[in-house]
């Protein structure tokens, strides 16, 4: 609906889901996450 409201796609067009399995596995995301957004801008 936002999409055909603002004539452009807002969501990306592939991404890769993941369930989490435990408390270890959450905090190796949650470290991809943040130190990967890191590494982006600090080139």
Known sequence: MVTKEIGTPIWQRSFY???IKNETHFQ?????????????YSA
């Open 17 to 19: 889901d993941e369930i």
């Open 28 to 40: 190796n995301v949650w470290n991809y996450i943040a130190y990967n957004a890191l590494k982006e």
